[in-house]
C-alpha cells in the first residue's frame, strides 16, 4: 500500500484548498488518522491559512512549524546562494518524521504566489520524485474554453511526466458552470490512462465573508452577533447619495460603505434590515473612525437584537473601498458553510473510491470519532432519503439544513410559518435554496391528515375538530407526514420537550410488530471504536421483557450501523455472584433475548469492566464470548445509563451521538433544546440511515 501521495499545481489560483479538504477528508475517512505536510508555503513571515484549516479541521497533533517547512522567500535566497540541495535534504528529514507518526501523508505542494514562484514547479516536482509520491494534478479551468482547459491539462501532464512523476489522477478546478458538460466531453479524448474529473467553479467559495474583511481591516464590530459575521460578501456598495437613492443600490448579500457620520444611511439601513421589503445587506462598514452618535446609540440600545453587523474603521470611504476589494476568499476553519460547500462539491464530482484505488488507501480496523461521521455522511448519501424538520424557525435548524444540503447527505423538509422561517433564515444568513418549506396553516393536507388521525385516534375519544386543532402543530403534521411516507422520517427537539416530539409518534407511527417498548441508544464514538448504550434518554425502570426489548432493538440498531452486537446486560455483578431484585430482572432479561434472538451473543448479568475489559473479562467470565468485547452495553435502569454515558462523554472525550430512537415503524429522533448545529446533523444523518433499513 503507497502511504503517501502529492498535491501539485503548474499555476495559481487552481482553488487547491477544496481539493486538499476533499482529499484529506476522504483519506482521514479511510484511514482515521492521516500526516499532512507543505514543502513550501507562500512566506516565511505569515501563517499558512491552508495548513491552519487542516490542522484544525481534522484535530491533527501538530505545531504548525511542523506542517509547513520552507517559505517561499527562504526557497529563493537558498538557490540564489547555490544551497538549494538543503531545501531537499530538510524537507525529507521532515517527511521522514511525518511518516513514522501517521500510516499516511499529504503532501501539499506551493501554490506559485510567492518569491520562488519561478522555482516552485522544480522543486515540486522533484520532491515527489524523490519521496516516490503520486502525483494527484489540479489543473485551474477559472475563465478557460474547453480547449484551453485541454491544452492547460496536456502542458501539466507532459510537464510532470518529463520530470520522472507519475500522475496518479488530475483534477480540473474552478470551471464555468456553463461549459462544465463540454469540458468533461473535452478532456475525456485527452491522452492519458489516469482518471481526470471535472469541478464546477462555486461563486460563493470566491466571496469572502463579513468575519474575513473585519480581520483583514482590523475593524471594530458596533452591533450585531459574532454568527452575523459568517455570511459571504457578494458585492460592495459605497453609500454616497441621500438615503432613497441609497435604498434603490441595496443588494442582498452587498457590503454598504458609508462614512460614519451619516446617521440617515445608518438609520436606514436598520431600519431596511427589519422591514420584508428590502434585501437583506451582509454588513454596513462605518469609514472614517466617526464614533456614533449619541441618538444612534439610543436607537440600537432600543432595537434589542440587531442582526445586521455595523461596523467601524479609521479609514476614509475610498481607501476602506478599495482594502475590502483586495481580501481574499479563503477557507477558514471556523467557516461551516464553505467548508461544508466545498466538501459537498468536492464529493459530488470527484469518484472518491476510484481515487481511493488510485492511491491504494486500505481501510483500517480502528474507527475513530471522525471516521464515524464521515461514514454516516456516505451511507446516507448513497440511498437519499427525505428527513422533515418541525423546528424550521430555529437558527440551527436552519444552519444544519444547509449544511446537510451543500453535502448533499438527504432531501429536507422544513416546517413553520412561511414568513418567520425566511426571515430568521435572512437574518442568520441562510441560503433556502434546495430546501422545501411547509406551513402546516396553510397545507392542502392538513385537512386529509386530520382525518386519518381522527381515525387511528378513535377509540380515545377524538373529534374532527381536536385533530385539525393537533395538525397545525408541526410536530403532529411533520410525524403524519412520515406515517403516510410523504417523508421517511423526523428529527425534533430542538425547541420542543422530549414528549413534544415523541407523543404523537407513539399515537401514529407506533412500535414495530413484537416491539413492547420504544426505547433509545447513545453511539458512543470512543478514541477507536464505537459503542452502543441503551437505555440512556426515554425509560426510567424497565422490567425484564422491557429490557429484553431494548437488547434486541439495540442489536438491530448496532448492525444497521455497521457495528457487530456483542451484548452486555449491565448489572452490579457478574455472572451468578450477585442476588437480589435487581440483579434477577438482569438475569430474566438476559433468558429471554437468549429464547427470541438465539443468533445473538449475549451476556448477563455482568458488570462493565468484565464487559468493556478483555483482562478483566477473562477473569470473571472465563470462555465467554462477549466479556472484554461487548459492543453494545444495556443499563438496567435510566438513572444508571443517563449517568454513565454523561460520564463516559465528559471524562473520556467520547463523541455521543443521539439519543436514537429505536422500536418505532419507522425513524422519529429527539434533540436536546441545548443541541449544536452539529448535533442535528448528525442526528439527521442517523435518522436517514435507519430509514434505509
Known sequence: ?????????????????????????????????????????????????????????????????????????????????????????????????????????????????????????????QIANHLGAPVLVVVNGAERLPGEVLDALSIARESLIAEGCTIAAVVVNRVDPQVVDEVRATVAEAEGSEPVWVIPEVPMLAMPTVREIVDELGADQLAGTVTDLDREVKDIKIAAMSLPNVLDHYEEGALLITPGDRPDVIAGALLARMATTFPNIAALMLTGGFPLHRNIERLLDGLGEVTLPLLSVPTDTYTTARRVAAVPAVLRPGNARKLETALGVFEEHVDTAVLAERIEVSRTERVTPLMFEYELLQRARSDRKRIVLPEGEDDRVLRASEILRRRNVVDLVLLGDAEQVRARADAVGVDLEGLELIDPAESDLIEEFAAEYTQIRAHKGVTMEFALESMLDANYFGTMMVHRGLADGMVSGAAHTTQATIRPAFEIIRTKPGVSIVSSVFLMAMADRVLVYGDCAVNPEPDAEGLADIAIS???????????????????????????????RVREATALVRERRPDLEVEGPIQYDAAVDAGVGAAKLPGSSVAGRATVFIFPDLNTGNNTYKAVQRSAGALAIGPVLQGLNKPVNDLS?????????????????????
Do not use: H, W
Open 1 to 125: 500500500m503507497a502511504n503517501r501521495l502529492y498535491l501539485a499545481s503548474l499555476e495559481p489560483r487552481s482553488g487547491r484548498s477544496l481539493v486538499t479538504l476533499g482529499v484529506m477528508e476522504l483519506l482521514t475517512r479511510r484511514l482515521g488518522s492521516v500526516g499532512y505536510l507543505r514543502p513550501v508555503v507562500p512566506s516565511s513571515k505569515e501563517p499558512d491559512p491552508r495548513s491552519e484549516l487542516v490542522r484544525r479541521r481534522f484535530d491533527l497533533d501538530l505545531m504548525p512549524q511542523e506542517m509547513a517547512i520552507f517559505g517561499s522567500d527562504q526557497v529563493a535566497e537558498l538557490f540564489g546562494e547555490g544551497r538549494g540541495d538543503e531545501v531537499f535534504k530538510d524537507f525529507l528529514d521532515a517527511a521522514q518524521a511525518m511518516e513514522e507518526r501517521y500510516p499516511f501523508v499529504l503532501y501539499d505542494g506551493s501554490d506559485y504566489t510567492g518569491a520562488a514562484a519561478s522555482l516552485e514547479f522544480d522543486v515540486n516536482a
Open 554 to 584: 439495540s442489536a438491530v440498531t448496532a448492525e444497521a450501523f455497521g457495528i457487530e452486537p456483542r451484548v452486555a446486560m449491565l448489572s452490579y455483578s457478574t455472572g451468578e455472584s450477585g442476588k437480589g431484585r435487581a440483579v434477577e
Open 673 to 693: 433544546r441545548g443541541c449544536t448545529v452539529d448535533d442535528i446533523v448528525n442526528t439527521v444523518t442517523i435518522t436517514a440511515v435507519q430509514a434505509q433499513v
